[in-house]
């Protein structure tokens, strides 16, 4: 039985395969070289940003760079005007703990004039492809025709990690409004489980983070302090290179007495009305750099 024939593979430095073509005049087989096929062009290529921590003071993506894949998540914002009560307060928090975590950074969006704005989030950062950011628009749109206005307020501070144990948060929780935020977020679920991704987490501590710091790398036989997750919205990226850490200061944990004492100091300003409370008339959704707002009814 006559054996299969198979092209065989050509040796590194081989000459290049050539095929037999027929001269019109004469009938001869000619052999002439395939040639190779010209370079794909740059233009062609797509490029992945690169994943640089020092572009943003050592932290470092949840997630690789996907081409097509949208980062996204869901919150409710907190606007502060430069001297209201929350905000003020907030600032003598971060004074007070950054004297004792010098590594720590303040976390808030800038708006302009004079205000800044706090996030508290409804979900866990979701990875969309780009025919699936309008579907998770459209529900989140329902979720808040279907819900009212509400006042929340802060009750303690707290520390928090997040998922990967990368970076640890000082935050603020919510006190009254829990069930409220918990609502808008179980109304999410059917969707995010639409799309394939994680729900929130089953015992929500719903949050403002107001500053973060990079914790040690975990390694083997080392144990972090346990605390509860903090929703990391801030950078998806990949791992850092190996320098990072002696270029950005990094800690285990915050000192263990640390948010016992600012619970203490400012505690009593934090849980009062004139200071603490606010109003969630609104749910946002942040799907790359863009910001989509639906009011509450």
């Given at each position: ?22 001269e019109p005049d004469t009938g001869h087989r000619i052999r002439t070289k395939i040639r190779k096929l010209p370079a794909l062009s740059a233009s062609l290529t797509p490029v992945r940003p690169p ?247």
């Amino acid at each position: 039985m006559p054996r299969p024939l198979y092209p065989r593979p050509r040796r590194r430095g081989a000459p290049l395969p050539s095929r037999a073509v027929l001269e019109p005049d004469t009938g001869h087989r000619i052999r002439t070289k395939i040639r190779k096929l010209p370079a794909l062009s740059a233009s062609l290529t797509p490029v992945r940003p690169p994943d640089d921590p020092a572009r943003h003071q050592g932290r470092v993506r949840t997630a690789p760079h996907v081409e097509g894949q949208f980062a996204a998540y869901v919150y409710v914002p907190l606007r502060l005007e430069k001297g209201a009560p929350l905000a003020r307060l907030l600032r003598d928090v971060l004074e007070s703990a950054k004297a004792r975590v010098p590594s720590l950074h303040p976390i808030s969006i800038q708006l302009p004039p004079g205000e800044s704005e706090l996030h508290i989030s409804l979900t866990r950062p979701v990875y969309l492809r780009a025919h699936q950011r309008d579907e998770l628009k459209t529900a989140v749109r329902a979720i808040a025709r279907a819900h009212s206005a509400f006042t929340a307020s802060f009750a303690a501070f707290a520390e928090l990690t997040n998922d990967e144990r990368t970076r640890t948060f000082l935050a603020v929780e919510a006190g009254a409004g829990h069930a409220e935020l918990k609502a808008l977020s179980d109304a999410l679920v059917p969707t995010l489980r639409l799309l394939r991704q994680k729900e929130f987490y089953s015992a929500p501590r719903f949050h403002a983070s107001i500053a973060w710091a990079l914790l040690d790398r975990a390694t083997p036989g080392v144990d972090l302090p346990p605390s509860s997750s903090a929703t990391d919205t801030l950078v998806l990226n990949s791992p850092p290179p190996d320098d990072a850490t002696a270029r950005f200061p990094t800690i285990p944990h915050f000192p263990e007495t640390l948010v016992q004492d600012l619970n203490k100091q400012f505690g009593g300003r934090l849980v009062s009305r004139q200071t603490g409370a606010f109003q969630i008339d609104e749910v946002c959704v942040r799907i790359g750099k863009e910001v989509t707002a639906f009011k509450l009814r």
